[in-house]
């Protein structure tokens, strides 16, 4: 069974460009949420996607977007990169029923904004 | 208000020691409560998970949910150095959004 991947792991981008962050969700798993974690801070939600379509957003702009693939793997786009946006991003792949809380994390990327 | 307050620590316990970790909130709605242990530089791992109110035991560790009192606590028994992360509380009404704590960091002394 392979688990949740992410890439890449560190990734600096200056103000105002534009990021692509990749998860591959575990096998089976037909759900990916995407979290950011700032530094000592809890992850913050950021949306869920299942089967391609979105399924929840949390209290992030729309520069935050996103997409899911038919074999279940995602993307998290971020436009106009703001420094604020420097952060630990997970994401976490899951069943799309009754065990959605039943999350695995990837070791997320680690965005540097300068 | 943030929707979950939780203690950043850190809190440093001889090996050994029971260890308590707590949770509060403000959403009544709550109805899944899950405890994530995050080790440096690693995704969180899912530890246990309840739902609604009551109690789970699983190993060493029990998971408790008050929901009159919006309270969840984490116990660990016999406490290792191995147990030394920051672990998250998380929350949710529904299955497309959790809440999570800021996390408690646990330093386990040999």
């Known amino acids: 069974e392979t688990g949740v991947t992410q890439s890449p792991t560190h990734l600096i981008k200056t103000r105002g460009q534009q990021v692509t962050l990749r998860c591959s969700s575990q096998s089976g798993h037909n759900t990916v949420s995407w979290y950011q974690q700032a530094l000592g801070q809890g992850p913050q939600f950021i949306f869920q996607?299942?089967?391609?379509?979105?399924?929840g957003r949390g209290n992030f702009p729309p520069r935050f977007s996103g997409l899911q693939f038919p074999n279940y793997s995602s993307e998290l786009n971020v436009n106009a990169l703001e420094l604020d946006d420097s952060a630990l991003y997970l994401c976490a792949s899951s069943y799309g029923d009754s065990r959605t809380y039943e999350q695995y994390f990837g070791p997320g990327t680690r965005l540097t904004v300068t | 208000q943030k929707e979950v307050e939780q203690d950043p620590g850190p809190l440093s316990v001889p090996e050994g020691a029971i260890v308590s970790l707590n949770c509060t909130y403000s959403n009544s709605a709550f109805q899944y409560f899950m405890w994530y242990r995050q080790y440096s530089r690693k995704g969180p791992e899912l530890l246990m998970y309840?739902?609604?109110?009551g109690n789970k035991e699983d190993g060493r560790f029990t998971a408790q949910v008050d929901k009159s009192s919006k309270y969840i606590s984490l116990f660990i028994r016999d406490s290792q150095p191995s147990d030394s992360a920051t672990y998250l509380c998380a929350m949710g009404y529904n299955f497309n959004k959790f809440y999570f704590g800021s996390g408690t960091k646990l330093n386990v002394k040999p």
């Open positions: 996607y299942y089967r391609e379509e979105e399924n």
């Open positions: 309840t739902y609604s109110s």
